[in-house]
């Protein structure tokens, strides 16, 4: 039995000092285990003590961003007592000390660079700003800060080299890269610092990936794949001209063995929307990198992946459908690559698009085959099925119309069926108008049989009053 079952087991037996003892014990061995933090929480909330349980849910948060309970943690710990100062626990979530710098890149961004200087001011310990050929009042505005150093650069046609420019100025222990375009979440100050020393002595160089989320055209959308955090010591650099990643020195893409993961570190973006996109000419510009690079390295699925990403966004569908046949191709001779769920998923939304159902199915079941609990496979999956359904119905109403049709032109020897043209095809008409949720239509046929041909009542009574049960519940509604 893990360590997990047995203390879900001494919750749910009311042990909660036993289960606190030994979820300490267990988290001095795995402290980035998340749910070992959210079990101690528990086992704190249930003996009064609502301040450390409210520390040790924290930090399972931070080690595990996409979690869903957190609301529901939050909200239980509001009757809950702070308790008394808990000095066992505070040492427990004691991570080491460490310094980091923020780096940034920067062209033109005096909308936006104020904004993402002064929410990173506490949260580190020194920011490195490249600035490429600047032509507004970035650089002026960066230079107002003490805090703030700037690096001139020239453009190549790679922002990898941007990026390594930048590290190669800085001298903490880690780097927090952020777009002038973003912003650090208010509440996420101190997760910056307590991230790094957490990872720090890792075996494995650590790569983690934060939180941006995107606001575009008024809705929101997270992201957790962005590789923007790392120790400065680990040899570790940028790759790419484009959508560059963090690789080992000396080591190819597919090769590196980072401990990758995603912490709560959000970055709050608001560079996708339209206008930006449109006055920046990122589109273009991306898929001009991306074609240059797929032509450097044409078997790398990463560039393919990306380039069909592009392409998708500039409304090329069949160029985007091709590039990610080159990424699924490619991606078979590196076991490491990643993003394959991508691949699959970006494939079956753009078959379904097309009407290409197996195709997209085969897409979906492909991603679930990797994660059988990826939650967009299940969900795309389950609209091609509605969609399939939905023909279903046309293809049964069609052939039902033709049976009764059909007792006008067919004169073969073999008698057919008279009853379906009295009211049996009729019947299964309404059948699928119910299966299709049209209620009404359901309930208008079969009262006019049943009125029609009173011989058939009997048979149409349970149909007809499981419709009225609908037709009733809707009402309610």
Not at 284 to 297: A, G, I, P, Q, Y
Not at 354 to 360: G, P, S
Request: charged letters at 30%.
């Amino acid at each position: 039995m893990s360590a997990i079952e047995i203390l879900i087991g001494l919750l749910q037996s009311g042990r909660h000092a036993e289960a606190e003892a030994q979820a300490a014990a267990a988290l001095r061995q795995q402290p980035l285990q998340a749910q070992l933090w959210v079990l101690l929480g528990q086992a704190l909330q249930s003996r009064g003590s609502g301040a450390a349980a409210a520390a040790a849910y924290e930090r399972a948060w931070l080690l595990d961003p996409q979690a869903t309970w957190v609301a529901e943690a939050q909200e239980s710990l509001r009757p809950v007592p702070q308790g008394s100062r808990r000095p066992d626990i505070e040492e427990l979530l004691r991570c080491k000390p460490v310094t980091v710098t923020a780096g940034i890149i920067a062209r033109d961004e005096e909308r936006s660079i104020r904004r993402c200087i002064e929410s990173l001011l506490n949260a580190v310990d020194d920011i490195v700003l490249v600035d490429c050929e600047s032509q507004d009042r970035t650089v002026e505005i960066a230079r107002e800060y003490a805090k703030v150093r700037v690096v001139s650069a020239v453009w190549q046609n790679d922002f990898a080299a941007l990026r390594n420019a930048g590290l190669a100025a800085m001298n903490t222990d880690w780097v927090l890269w952020v777009d002038a375009d973003e912003h650090l979440h208010p509440a996420d100050i101190a997760a910056v610092r307590e991230a790094a020393g957490l990872f720090d002595e890792l075996k494995a160089p650590p790569v983690l990936y934060i939180w941006q989320v995107n606001e575009k055209q008024g809705a929101v959308h997270h992201e957790f794949s962005q590789t923007r955090m790392f120790p400065l010591n680990r040899n570790l650099r940028y790759y790419g001209r484009v959508h560059e990643q963090v690789i080992a020195l000396g080591k190819g893409m597919f090769a590196s063995e980072a401990y990758r993961q995603p912490v709560r570190i959000r970055l709050l973006h608001d560079g996708y929307e339209p206008e930006m996109m449109q006055r920046k000419g990122k589109i273009r510009r991306n898929l001009d990198l991306l074609r240059m690079m797929v032509e450097e390295e044409p078997d790398n699925p990463g560039w393919w992946l990306y380039y069909a990403r592009e392409s998708l966004a500039d409304g090329a569908k069949d160029e985007a459908l091709r590039g990610l046949h080159e990424a699924e191709k490619h991606a078979g001779r590196q076991p490491h690559f990643a993003r394959r769920l991508d691949v699959y998923m970006l494939q079956a939304k753009l078959y379904t698009e097309r009407e290409e159902l197996d195709a997209a199915e085969r897409a979906c079941r492909k991603a679930l085959e990797l994660e059988p609990h990826y939650p967009d496979a299940q969900y795309y999956l389950a609209l091609l099925q509605m969609k399939r359904a939905r023909q279903l119905h046309r293809e049964a109403e069609k052939l039902l119309r033709g049976a009764k049709k059909g007792f006008e032109q067919y004169r073969g020897t073999v008698s057919p069926d008279h009853e379906i043209r009295r009211w049996r095809a009729d019947a299964s008409l309404a059948e699928v108008a119910k299966a299709a949720g049209k209620f009404g239509d359901a309930h208008r046929i079969f009262t006019h049989l049943a009125e029609t041909y009173p011989d058939v009542k009997p048979k149409l009574e349970k149909p007809l009053e499981r419709i009225r049960e609908q037709l009733v519940k809707i009402e309610d509604k």
